[in-house]
């Protein structure tokens, strides 16, 4: 979208200097990129092709080199200190699909509050496997009309599986395990990710949300530190959505 090259290419700088990109939002300002469509929020930096900050909107992770937040959804640019002569870009962010999910919404009959949240999903992990411990993680619900909570779970709200997970047949332990309790931030009581045989395996918990959607549904899972996205939607080829209990319960696979 927006890309500047520095050369030539590995000079360092003695002192950091500052890159700042600008996008067009101005008729009107209405939190999407003029002429492309691009929600601002999913806006992240990349060096030669490496994400180097998560999302935009997402303001529990940006680089230590901001003394002040690096993405201004208002002013409408992105500022960060570079150290190297590289190329630097802005895009959209982009998420893996999940190869396999499954999301349950309970309790999504009016009155609000009281719905609750089930998901599981599978991907191929990437190397190395991001650490929640360390930067936390981001879940985004979606529906047909947008964005319908988002919530980033702090680093210090976790709770590192005691017993190894993911052991192989041979005993030898394959990956780190994490289980988050979060007191309950946007009705996200728990998440458990874990890192085994070459696959990340996430698992969300919901009670006391809000989470009436509207079909088709999205649910994407961020890890601040890198950018590390993985999303379903259901709604696409090979998901679908049945409406169960009389609509209380929305099943998803």
């Not at 009959?109 to 991001?130: Q, V």
Request: proline share 7%.
């Amino acid at each position: 979208m927006r890309v500047v090259t520095l050369s030539p290419e590995g000079v360092a700088f003695a002192v950091p200097v500052e890159v700042r990109f600008r996008w067009p939002d101005t008729a009107p300002d209405d939190g999407l990129v003029d002429g492309l469509g691009v929600d601002e929020g999913t806006l992240r930096l990349y060096r030669n092709g490496v994400g180097i900050t998560g999302q935009c909107r997402n303001a529990g992770y940006q680089p230590g080199t901001c003394v002040t937040r690096c993405c201004d959804q208002v002013a409408n640019t992105w500022t960060v200190q570079v150290s190297a002569f590289s190329e630097y870009a802005l895009d959209v962010q982009s998420c893996a699909p999940y190869q396999t999910a499954k999301l349950t919404l309970g309790k999504i009959l009016a009155p609000a509050g009281d719905d609750t949240l089930a998901f599981s999903g599978a991907l191929a992990a990437p190397a190395p496997p991001p650490d929640p411990d360390a930067h936390g993680v981001t879940i985004a619900l979606e529906d047909a009309g947008g964005l319908v909570t988002e919530q980033t779970l702090p680093r210090a709200a976790s709770t590192r599986v005691s017993r190894p997970v993911g052991r192989s047949t041979s005993g030898a332990r394959s990956g780190p395990g994490c289980t988050r309790r979060t007191g309950g931030l946007g009705g996200f009581v728990k998440a458990v990710v874990v890192s085994k045989k070459g696959r990340l395996v996430l698992a969300l918990k919901g009670q006391t949300g809000s989470y009436a959607v509207l079909k088709p549904v999205a649910i994407a899972v961020t890890f601040p530190a890198d950018g590390a996205c993985a999303r379903a939607d259901f709604g696409t080829s090979g998901h679908r959505c049945v409406v169960k209990k009389k609509g209380k319960t929305l099943a998803c696979n």
